[in-house]
T-cell receptor, first 115, second 120 residues
Framework: DGGITQSPKYLFRKEGQNVTLSCEQNLNHDAMYWYRQDPGQGLRLIYYSQIVNDFQKGDIAEGYSVSREKKESFPLTVTSAQKNPTAFYLC??????????????FGDGTRLSIL | AQKITQTQPGMFVQEKEAVTLDCTYDTSDPSYGLFWYKQPSSGEMIFLIYQGSYDQQNATEGRYSLNFQKARKSANLVISASQLGDSAMYFCAIRSRPGPLGGSQGNLIFGKGTKLSVKP
């Protein structure tokens, strides 16, 4: 079964600690995305990558970092510089295309909380 | 800049009845796509239906259909014959045509969502 796997499902961060959220996909998609969702809110884009070894900041990139060394993987690190990291994090992927009709497919999310 | 507005924070519908979830959008791009996603309480985002700006007909996908009114910039989701399993958050999103190398134009912009509750 093709899909997107996010791990862990729940994650707790201590003060001053960096944590890394995993996102793996086997859909052979070129493009991958990270979103943050706060309670009662829509999704906000943190980072995105259209191709291996390249990524771009989204709307709320401060306090986060990413890497894209493999097509299948797009890990997100929440650094200690992110002062309000408690949120639900969703990873997505899509076909990279010149047309706007391709949907993004999402993982099940990681819920991050501060200890 | 693109924007999605969902004016209904919450909606109730009786089981087996139809419900319409509103979505209005703002964009200056002539070519764009509109997407609806469902988010159950478990958290995953499930793609439901897509409407292209140049599509002549309203999109349909099983019990889901889009009431697309381009001049009014609205793309309302209609769910027919509601089921208890339809209770979830529903998000409308817009995506414009990406540039030749992708770029931020191709990213999705989401609304704040509507919480649908189906009553037995």
């Amino acid at each position: 079964d093709g899909g997107i796997t996010q791990s862990p499902k729940y994650l707790f961060r201590k003060e001053g600690q960096n944590v890394t959220l995993s996102c793996e996909q086997n859909l052979n998609h070129d493009a991958m995305y990270w979103y943050r969702q706060d309670p009662g809110q829509g999704l906000r884009l943190i980072y995105y990558s259209q191709i291996v070894n390249d990524f771009q900041k989204g709307d709320i990139a401060e306090g986060y970092s990413v890497s894209r060394e493999k097509k299948e993987s797009f890990p997100l690190t929440v650094t200690s510089a992110q002062k309000n990291p408690t949120a639900f994090y969703l990873c997505a992927s899509s076909v990279r295309t010149a047309y706007s009709n391709q949907p993004q497919h999402f993982g099940d999310g990681t819920r991050l909380s501060i200890l | 800049a693109q924007k999605i507005t969902q004016t209904q924070p919450g909606m109730f519908v009786q089981e087996k009845e139809a419900v319409t979830l509103d979505c209005t959008y703002d964009t200056s791009d002539p070519s764009y796509g509109l997407f609806w996603y469902k988010q159950p309480s478990s958290g995953e985002m499930i793609f439901l239906i897509y409407q292209g700006s140049y599509d002549q007909q309203n999109a349909t996908e099983g019990r889901y259909s889009l009431n697309f009114q381009k001049a009014r910039k609205s793309a309302n989701l209609v769910i027919s014959a509601s089921q208890l399993g339809d209770s979830a958050m529903y998000f409308c999103a817009i995506r414009s045509r990406p540039g030749p190398l992708g770029g931020s134009q191709g990213n999705l912009i989401f609304g704040k969502g509507t919480k649908l509750s189906v009553k037995p």
